[in-house]
């Protein structure tokens, strides 16, 4: 009625109500997360996993909850499977081979490789042969320097010896259920391999063959910017992060050989390569937000700190 009372106040209401009804409908129909561009890096980003490790193991992720995160922000994101244990070379020749298709297949010129653990050397090796197709090397909780656990088993397990053959046996029987779960029963495997090549003088020679991004002294940092690659690493230093977490009673245990700040299975020192972005309330396995993303509820989620370097390599042009 155009005479009623407060007829134009109403009529204002009632549109921005439409309005309001109108704008849901989009949104419901959009997708939950609309990507922001936080993490679109120029050139795709590889994720290597280390030792026993997969991309998928029956249905989870080894960087778990990682590769999602990424890509919802703009991310092109592979996750590289290699053999759960061998050498650094044979691994890094694996990943070589899958770096290339990824570039086919994109059509980009080079990519962003991150690795964890024995994913660090792994990535080095590609970087260090293959500097033109590599933009950046990150390494978390890398073996760098080797890793003192490695020296142990080697001193427990002797090459030859009857100790040796029974856990080469043992450890292909837990490598074939990786396998099983993940859809890599078609590479190589050899724990023995993989063993000397995380020693202390496995990786030594491995540094003298590809010194790129490695501290030149102690526990400080490389040189960030090699033959066209940028080198970057950061770890963890609490092998005990969360009482729910059955990983974190076995990392505690080996924590104690050695006698300063490591994860559990490598040493703060040991792990830097190239600028050291830090190192934070995690143990070895918390830097792939694993188990299930249990992990220190005080300290930085381990998904925020990809998400973060991902923008620093954004912003790099990387």
């Given at each position: 009625m155009?005479?009623?009372?407060?007829?134009?106040?109403?009529?204002r209401?009632?549109?921005?109500?439409?309005?309001?009804?109108?704008?849901?409908?989009?949104?419901?129909?959009?997708?939950?997360?609309?990507?922001?561009?936080?993490?679109?890096t120029?050139?795709?980003?590889?994720l290597?996993?280390?030792?026993?490790?997969?991309?998928?193991?029956?249905?989870?992720?080894?960087?778990?909850?990682i590769p999602?995160?990424?890509?919802?922000?703009g991310?092109?994101?592979?996750?590289?499977?290699?053999?759960?244990?061998?050498?650094?070379?044979?691994?890094?020749?694996?990943?070589?081979?899958?770096v290339?298709?990824i570039?086919?297949?994109?059509?980009?010129?080079?990519?962003?490789?991150?690795g964890h653990?024995?994913?660090?050397?792994?990535?080095?090796?590609v970087?260090?042969?293959?500097?033109?197709?590599?933009?950046?090397?990150?390494?978390?909780?890398?073996?760098?320097?080797?890793?003192?656990?490695?020296d142990?088993?080697?001193?427990?397990?002797p090459?030859?010896?009857?100790?040796?053959?029974?856990?080469?046996?043992?450890?292909?029987?837990?490598?074939?259920?990786?396998?099983?779960?993940?859809?890599g029963?078609g590479?190589?495997?050899?724990?023995?391999?993989?063993?000397?090549?995380?020693?202390?003088?496995?990786?030594?020679?491995?540094?003298?063959?590809?010194?790129?991004?490695?501290?030149?002294?102690?526990?400080?940092?490389?040189?960030?910017?090699?033959?066209?690659v940028?080198?970057?690493?950061?770890?963890?230093?609490?092998?005990?992060?969360n009482?729910?977490?059955?990983?974190?009673?076995p990392?505690g245990l080996?924590?104690?050989?050695?006698?300063?700040?490591?994860?559990?299975?490598?040493?703060?020192c040991?792990?830097?390569?190239?600028t050291?972005?830090?190192?934070?309330?995690?143990?070895?396995?918390?830097?792939?937000?694993?188990?299930?993303?249990?992990?220190?509820?005080?300290?930085?989620?381990?998904?925020?700190?990809?998400?973060?370097?991902?923008?620093?390599?954004?912003?790099?042009?990387?």
């Amino acid at each position: 009625m155009p005479g009623f009372p407060g007829h134009t106040a109403l009529g204002r209401l009632l549109r921005r109500l439409a309005l309001l009804i109108a704008c849901s409908a989009l949104l419901w129909g959009a997708p939950a997360q609309a990507q922001s561009g936080y993490t679109q890096t120029r050139y795709p980003i590889v994720l290597v996993h280390g030792l026993f490790g997969f991309d998928s193991l029956f249905g989870v992720d080894y960087f778990y909850g990682i590769p999602g995160a990424l890509r919802q922000d703009g991310a092109r994101v592979f996750v590289a499977q290699v053999s759960a244990a061998n050498s650094t070379e044979v691994r890094g020749e694996q990943l070589l081979a899958q770096v290339k298709n990824i570039l086919a297949i994109t059509g980009a010129a080079k990519v962003n490789l991150v690795g964890h653990s024995h994913g660090g050397p792994t990535i080095r090796y590609v970087a260090g042969v293959a500097p033109q197709l590599v933009a950046s090397a990150t390494s978390i909780g890398g073996v760098n320097r080797g890793s003192r656990v490695a020296d142990l088993l080697r001193g427990t397990l002797p090459p030859g010896t009857l100790a040796e053959s029974v856990a080469n046996g043992a450890i292909n029987a837990f490598v074939a259920l990786i396998n099983l779960g993940s859809g890599g029963s078609g590479l190589p495997q050899m724990p023995t391999a993989a063993l000397n090549s995380l020693t202390t003088a496995g990786v030594a020679d491995f540094n003298r063959r590809f010194p790129q991004g490695v501290p030149t002294s102690g526990c400080g940092s490389g040189a960030e910017l090699v033959n066209g690659v940028r080198y970057y690493s950061w770890t963890g230093t609490l092998p005990v992060t969360n009482v729910l977490d059955p990983s974190d009673g076995p990392l505690g245990l080996l924590s104690l050989v050695f006698g300063e700040a490591n994860d559990g299975l490598v040493s703060a020192c040991s792990s830097r390569l190239g600028t050291n972005l830090g190192e934070y309330r995690q143990n070895h396995l918390d830097e792939v937000n694993q188990m299930l993303g249990l992990r220190d509820w005080f300290s930085v989620d381990p998904v925020t700190l990809y998400r973060q370097h991902a923008n620093r390599l954004k912003l790099l042009g990387l």
